[in-house]
Antibody, heavy 121, light 108 residues
């Protein structure tokens, strides 16, 4: 079955960086993209950006431009999201989600289980 | 960016009742590129509806979506105990992709 398995919880200090992984299985990685979404404690969902599973194309939300980098390793069917210059406002659960096709404009299905990133001094 | 406003914020209903959730967009959602997700506590969201009205694989037919332009609706015809959760709408036609603030469906 299609599955996205994310890396474990992280605790980081302000100013540090975090890199979350998302390993895909059960489908052809190249035929889909991956979007990243975060959810602060008790809050709603916020889209961070998208990366193609086929080439290096990315589409980042403006508010994360310059601070986020999304990459993939097609040899292991794994997507990565790195967020730099962390502050307490970045404390959230980070989700990856599969996106059909080679474009940003599609729905998310399925989602990874989520990775809690806590930023605290 | 397109702002999605969901109403009501909380819906208190009993099992067996009908739930009607609204999602209004600040501008027209291109090609009805609107999805609905269900999220239960401690779980990732799950896709219910895409393209405004197409049910995702494995989703029961008591869930239905409708609407176009700026006004969209998710209807749950008869609430089952497992349907009590938070529901989010999302537009994916215009970047940045955006989500509504969610509607919590709770047991009355």
């Amino acid at each position: 079955q299609v599955q996205l398995v994310q890396s474990g919880a992280e605790v980081k200090k302000p100013g540090a960086s975090v890199k979350v992984s998302c390993k895909a299985s059960g489908y052809t990685f190249n035929n889909y993209g991956i979007s990243w979404v975060r959810q602060a404690p008790g809050q709603g969902l916020e889209w961070m950006g998208w990366i193609s599973g086929y080439n290096v194309n990315t589409n980042y939300a403006q508010r994360f431009q310059g601070r986020v980098t999304m990459t993939t390793d097609t040899s292991t069917s794994t997507a990565y999201m790195e967020l730099r210059s962390l502050t307490s406002a970045d404390t959230a659960v980070y989700y990856c989600a599969r996106v059909p096709g080679a474009i940003t404009a599609n729905w998310f299905d399925p989602w990874g289980q989520g990775t809690l990133v806590t930023v605290s001094s | 960016e397109i702002v999605l406003t969901q109403s009501p914020g909380t819906l208190s209903l009993s099992p067996g009742e009908r739930a009607t959730l609204s999602c209004r967009a600040s501008q027209s959602v291109s090609s009805s590129y609107l999805a609905w997700y269900q999220q239960k506590p401690g779980q990732a969201p799950r896709l219910l509806i895409y393209g405004a009205s197409s049910r995702a694989t494995g989703i029961p037919d008591r869930f239905s979506g409708s609407g176009s332009g700026t006004d969209f609706t998710l209807t749950v015809s008869r609430l089952e105990p497992e349907d009590f959760a938070v529901y989010y709408c999302q537009q994916y036609g215009t970047s940045p992709l955006t989500f509504g603030g969610g509607t919590k469906v709770e047991i009355k």
